[in-house]
């Protein structure tokens, strides 16, 4: 629960450096979800019908936005620094604590204890997403960022 938490703010920390309205919202909507996540973790039985868990269109809303975004960066040739502005760093950040919630959340599968079936894949998909934006922050000014139609 911790890490999904810092998840999101992390998340809310990139987003405030963003200064993009559309990604503002993109992040917004993914901080909603995580909530949702998070209200499925807490359980200790799974409680469908009071807490239900998070829609699986929910996935394949963030691989289309993962192939927006990505399609207005180069691919990198290699390793990249995180570091190169601070939108871009902090996705960077953002994107390792959603990969720590995502390896907690995988203990919590192998225990038995997650009432998911989507947020392990969800979480996998917001990694690559702040990776993408990670790079787009990197090669283009922030007014070159197009939005999605």
Known sequence: ??????ASAALGFARAQASD?????LIKTIQTDLYQIMAVVVQEEPETLNIPD????RVTWLESAIN???SQS???KGFILPGENLPSAT???????VRR???????LNEEGLLFSETALSYLNRLSSLCFVLELLYAQHPISNIKNPS
């Open 1 to 6: 629960m911790g890490s999904l938490d810092e």
């Open 21 to 25: 309205e559309t990604i503002d919202q």
């Open 54 to 57: 998070l829609e699986t269109d």
């Open 68 to 70: 927006e975004y990505g």
């Open 74 to 76: 180069e691919t990198p």
């Open 91 to 97: 996705f960077g950040l953002a994107r390792t604590v």
């Open 101 to 107: 919630a995502e390896r907690d959340l995988v203990a």
